[in-house]
């Protein structure tokens, strides 16, 4: 019994940690996943550097985006941070 008493507070304290850091992260990052895998042509971006631009063609890891004068720049899909389209 002194075992359990002395365990239950670690028990607890993972779980908070669980719910409150670890959970809510796994979501985020099956999000940025699943925004990763739905780009397509016409999607208007916003790179982890923060350029604005729409995306001009996709293939598996790489994507060209349209920029001012519509000038192209190579990107990895993974370099996307947001999709902005006007829903």
């Known amino acids: 019994m002194e075992l ?3 365990l239950l507070p670690l028990i607890l304290m ?3 940690f669980y719910f409150l850091l ?3 992260q796994q979501k985020k990052q099956k999000q940025i996943r699943e925004m990763h895998s ?3 042509r016409g999607d208007k971006i916003i ?4 350029l604005h631009g ?3 063609s996709v293939d598996e890891d790489v ?3 349209l920029v001012n004068d519509n000038r192209k720049l190579t ?3 993974a370099a996307v941070r947001e999709v902005v389209n006007p829903d």
């Open 63 to 65: 994507m060209v985006i």
């Open 22 to 24: 670890i959970r809510p």
């Open 54 to 56: 729409t995306i001009d």
């Open 38 to 40: 739905s780009l397509q």
């Open 4 to 6: 359990f008493g002395t």
């Open 14 to 16: 993972f779980a908070i």
């Open 47 to 50: 790179t982890i550097g923060g």
């Open 75 to 77: 990107f990895d899909r």
